[in-house]
Structure formats: C-alpha cells, structure tokens
C-alpha cells in the first residue's frame, strides 16, 4: 500500500449533489489535513485534525465539512458546491510531537473536484 | 502578505543545464522550518528536504542542493545536470512553531527540462 491514498481520483458533480473524498493513509502518522490547489495559488489548508483535535480555517464555507473517525482516515463530505469549488483536494498526513515544529507531510495523488 | 514567495512562475532549461529555483520567505519567529516539494504531473506531492532556522549548513542530495540564507530569508533549490524527469512543478513552504501545522506554501515553479 503507498502511504497516503485518495478516492476517488476525479469527480465530477452538480451544485445540488452530495458527495465525499475520502483519504486513507498507512503510515501510523497522528495528523492528517485536507488542502485545496488551485490553479496559480498557493496551497490552502483547509482542516488538520492533530492527535484528534481539529483545527480549521475560518475562511473555508460551510459547504466543505470533514469527518476523522481515527487517525488514519479522512473524509470531506461535499454539498451543494459552486463552480468555483472545482480544484485539486489533496490530503496529507504527518507525525506530529507535543513539542512544537512541523514535521515533513505526505501527500495523496488528489481528487481532481469539478464542480458543473 | 504572502509568507512564502516563488517569484519564478516557470522556468524552462534544456537538459544538462544547472538550474536554481528561488525561494524567499517572512517570519518574525526565530524558530521555523522550511520545505521543498515537488509535483509531477501525476499530481502528489513528493517531500525532497526540511531544513529548521538553526542550520544553516547547505545540503546536497545526488544533483539536488540547497542554500539557506537567513540574512535574506532565502532557501533556494538548485537542480545540477537537469533530467527530463526533473519537470515538474517545485513548490517552497514555511512552518512556524507556534503554528506547528500549518504549512504556507508558495505558488510554485514551474520546471520544463527540455530533451
């Protein structure tokens, strides 16, 4: 198994559907997070959940929503989208310690989102 | 402002050739770390270094190398006998310590290494 994995890789919804990415990662790591890549921007942290605490940008609509059962999976339940959603939805999981500082994150291959 | 900046959108070299990704960053903590990535076409996010503020010693990996200065608040890439594999898009981020994970990317470069 890779270390983190994604389904599905495309997807493709009308503004009224319901969907979910869904993120599996098989490293033993305590920190996963969802991030949004748009086309010439940088990268946008959407979630982290850290040894089971979520932490969340403000900025992100309420139409995203994450669930984190257990450490080593992750989902973005999806409703009633803009077409300004569609992007790349990575996911990413990390080894995080109590002492501060960030660790290397590992990727996914994505979910390319494209939102009618 | 933007923490992390990649002011090279795309870079074009032809193979063989030496090329230096720039990468400048902004922080008031005395205590970050630095990364490079790179994204190949199909799409993940493959880790190539963390360096933390308090080495300042460049690093050399295989045709990869990095120079960190902290007196311009640099951290550049530097791809020595580029490879047609090298193509990619390399992108630069800063983590803080007070912010452990959260990770400010820059909107990276884009690398054509030309056969």
């Known amino acids: 198994e890779t270390g983190v994995t994604q389904t599905p890789r495309h997807l493709v919804m009308g503004m009224t559907n319901k969907k979910s990415l869904k993120c599996e990662q098989h490293l033993g790591h305590n920190a996963m997070y969802w991030y949004k890549q748009s086309a010439k921007k940088p990268l946008e942290l959407m979630f982290v959940y850290s040894l089971e605490e979520r932490v969340e940008n403000n900025s992100v609509p309420s139409r995203f929503s994450p669930e984190c059962p257990n450490s080593s999976h992750l989902f973005l339940h999806l409703h009633t989208l803009q077409p300004e959603d569609s992007a790349l939805y990575l996911c990413?999981?990390?080894?995080?310690?109590?002492?501060?500082?960030?660790?290397?994150?590992?990727f996914g291959p994505g979910t390319r989102l494209t939102v009618l | 402002a933007q923490k992390v900046t990649q002011a090279q959108t795309e870079i074009s070299v032809v193979e063989k050739e030496d090329v230096t990704l720039d990468c400048v960053y902004e922080t008031r903590d005395t205590t970050y770390y630095l990364f490079w990535y790179k994204q190949p076409p199909s799409g993940e996010l493959v880790f190539l270094i963390r360096r933390n503020s308090f080495d300042e010693q460049n690093e050399i990996s295989g045709r990869y190398s990095w120079n960190f200065q902290k007196s311009t608040s640099s951290f550049n890439f530097t791809i020595t006998a580029s490879q047609v594999v090298d193509s990619a898009v390399y992108f630069c981020?800063?983590?803080?310590?007070?912010?452990?994970?959260?990770?400010?990317f820059g909107t990276g470069t884009s690398l054509t290494v030309i056969p």
């Open positions: 981020a800063l983590s803080e310590v007070r912010t452990g994970n959260q990770f400010y």
């Open positions: 990413a999981s990390s080894q995080e310690g109590f002492s501060g500082g960030a660790n290397e994150q590992f």
